[in-house]
């Protein structure tokens, strides 16, 4: 499946059912996009964009080692959080980008996929589900962001460069929307990435971001 497509639910059905990998991780951070998960993770599974009930995203979890503060999932049932369905395998490579987060089961019941969806596809989508593990990485310890461990701007440009790139500027709206803390230092570093998987984004993008933060967030 190509992800510059907007496949049907049938499409996505007919992926996940041809699929050997039976863990499947939600994606809400940087592994949102392609280009990141790819060049440095080896995951090369199409992201299915969904709702994540019984989590809120904040910015709490410092990375000791990288000296930076990332997106981390807190359980909360009153809030939820947009991701990506993307079959993986939990490989030492993947535990080792997520090394700062535990890996948590989540029910497909938590799973929610576009409102729109007909009743039967939604159905199928479902048991296509069923028989594989979905994980969730929780963040194992909440620390905001502070001068010593800022936000790099290139993280946050990940991120929501994965949102545009699969689900469009209504996923990269909720990302800002459905993540909390957004009160925090935070370094411009796209001249110089100090985020060690930088996604690839371009100026146009960059611009996209730029306008999406600005009309989202309180200044």
């Not at 930076?68 to 009153?78: D, F, H, L, P, R």
């Not at 929307?177 to 796209?190: A, E, M, Y």
Request: hydrophobic residues 35%.
């Amino acid at each position: 499946m190509n992800n510059a497509d907007a496949p049907s639910a049938q499409d996505i059905v007919n992926y996940l059912n041809g699929l050997d990998e039976s863990h499947i991780v939600l994606g809400y951070g940087s592994l949102l996009s392609r280009d990141s998960r790819e060049r440095f993770s080896g995951i090369k599974t199409y992201g299915i964009p969904v709702m994540v009930d019984g989590f809120e995203r904040a910015w709490v979890t410092r990375s000791i080692q990288e000296q930076q503060t990332y997106v981390g999932a807190i359980k909360n049932a009153a809030k939820k959080l947009n991701a990506q369905l993307i079959p993986a395998q939990l490989n030492p490579a993947l535990q080792e980008r997520e090394k700062d987060y535990r890996f948590t089961q989540v029910s497909p019941e938590q799973i929610a996929f576009d409102a729109t969806m007909d009743i039967n596809c939604e159905t199928a989508l479902y048991e296509a589900l069923s028989g594989r593990t979905l994980w969730v990485c929780e963040a194992l310890h909440c620390s905001p962001a502070n001068d010593e461990f800022p936000v790099s701007q290139t993280y946050v440009d990940t991120c929501l460069a994965g949102c545009l790139e699969h689900a469009g500027e209504k996923a990269a709206t909720d990302f800002v929307t459905h993540t909390s803390l957004w009160d925090h230092p935070r370094v411009n570093d796209r001249a110089l990435p100090q985020y060690p998987r930088a996604a690839n984004v371009d100026k146009t993008i960059q611009d996209k971001i730029d306008t999406i933060l600005s009309n989202n967030l309180l200044s």
